[in-house]
């Protein structure tokens, strides 16, 4: 966390908070970015989007609780035509930042940050929040309603069965002595094997 702080460029400072001095309680912080926002993280999974996101941040003596409520779209790349679309986003997620003697990831969801903290950035969990929310099949959405109804009918005509309706069912297709006429092929393989 420390070295991403580093590498906080000006269009990410928006998205410090000063948590020194806070009194034990909660605050909320609202902010709002564009194109800028995804340039300046020097990634290459989003390159165009807006949204809002509001951080509710609960301070205590031993951590600070961040809630954020994200809305906006993001520009993606169809995967099947390659042509770009605009996907929703409407999402939330929470982080939970311990105080402690060093800074450490525990989880996705938990990190140790030095107790001497005086900042932090909010703007690497509101994308890492933003990234979640998207769907892993990125399909156009003219196209996305066709591919599930052809997921859809697959499931309705798939039927699995051990036997096929044109077999009969196991008790009339097992040999008896009192039955007249031919005995399946596969019942006389089965008694030779067994020595009968």
Request: aromatic share 10%; proline share 4%; glycine share 4%.
């Amino acid at each position: 966390m420390q070295s991403f702080l580093r590498k906080v460029v000006k269009e990410l400072a928006k998205y410090n908070i000063d948590i020194f001095g806070l009194e034990d309680k909660r605050y909320v912080y609202d902010f709002e970015s564009g194109d800028a926002f995804f340039e300046e993280l020097q990634q290459d999974v989003i390159q165009h989007g807006s949204f809002r996101a509001q951080v509710t941040l609960d301070k205590s003596s031993t951590m600070v609780q961040l809630l954020f409520d994200i809305t906006g779209s993001v520009v993606l790349t169809c995967d099947r035509t390659l042509d770009p679309f605009d996907e929703p986003i409407d999402t939330e997620g929470r982080m939970i930042l311990k105080f402690g003697d060093h800074d450490e990831e525990l989880t996705e969801e938990i990190e140790i940050i030095h107790r001497n903290t005086n900042r932090i950035n909010v703007a690497r969990y509101i994308f890492d929040f933003i990234v979640l929310s998207l769907p892993m099949k990125r399909l156009h959405p003219s196209i996305r309603n066709e591919e599930t109804g052809e997921e859809d009918d697959e499931f309705e005509t798939l039927v699995y069965s051990s036997h096929s309706d044109n077999e009969p069912d196991e008790e009339e297709a097992t040999p008896n002595d009192d039955t007249e006429g031919e005995v399946d092929p596969r019942w006389e393989a089965l008694k030779k094997l067994r020595g009968k």
